[in-house]
């Protein structure tokens, strides 16, 4: 019996041996985990420095274009307004110039009555004159007779009247003139106003 005990506990201590080397053995099996060497902080300063630097670059890049860009829009403007300012009155002149023709054929063409012949050209050229002009937007005012407004005549001469009743336009010397409503020139005129009451003594 006591043989028996003692190969029994000879065995599961041989058992124990072997186990204890298997588990001492294992980590010799598994793969070696490598570690990362540590990053050097200079050298990832510089990197991030060069990446500062590059996307300075690009920046630095957009803003001179960027640049040119305005500076060629803005002498663009600066053409586009002087060749509005030369031209601006093309029109006019092109309209102008039948009235020019008309001078020339009235002080040009021979006839018996030159000054029955003088006085229809200028005629004519008054009326294409005044066509031309209202086309481009000017407009005489009519103040003959009209009730006197300031706002639109220039009185040089009042003359006191027992006819009227208020303040009227008696002669117009000079037309006045609107262009696309805004006045110009004002019409200039003597006016007929009420005589003045006289305070009895």
């Given at each position: 019996m006591d043989m028996e005990n003692t190969l029994e506990d000879h065995k599961q201590s041989s058992a124990d041996l072997e186990a204890m080397g298997?588990?001492?053995?294992?980590?010799?099996?598994?793969?070696?985990?490598?570690?990362?060497?540590?990053?050097?902080p200079v050298e990832q300063i510089r990197k991030e420095l060069e990446s500062c630097r590059e996307e300075t670059r690009k920046n630095y890049d957009l803003y001179l274009r960027a640049l040119a860009e305005t500076e060629n829009m803005r002498r663009r403007n600066m053409k586009d307004m002087e060749q509005v300012r030369l031209f601006s009155l093309e029109k006019f002149f092109k309209d102008v110039l039948p009235v020019l023709d008309?001078?020339?054929?009235a002080f040009s063409t021979d006839h018996v009555n030159e000054e029955e012949s003088?006085?229809?050209g200028l005629s004519l050229?008054?009326?294409?004159?005044?066509?031309?002009?209202r086309k481009n937007g000017l407009t005489?005012?009519?103040?003959?007779?009209?009730?006197f407004d300031p706002?639109?005549?220039q009185a040089i001469k009042r003359v006191e009247s027992e006819g009227v009743q208020e303040e009227l336009v008696q002669v117009e010397f000079a037309k006045g003139y609107l262009l696309h409503e805004k006045l110009i020139r004002p019409a200039i005129v003597s006016?007929?106003?009420?005589?003045?009451?006289k305070i009895d003594e």
């Open positions: 298997r588990k001492k053995e294992a980590p010799h099996n598994e793969a070696p985990q490598k570690e990362e060497p540590p990053q050097d008309s001078f020339d054929k003088l006085r229809e050229v008054h009326r294409q004159l005044s066509e031309v002009l005489p005012l009519e103040a003959q007779n009209e009730k706002h639109l005549h006016v007929l106003v009420p005589p003045t009451k």
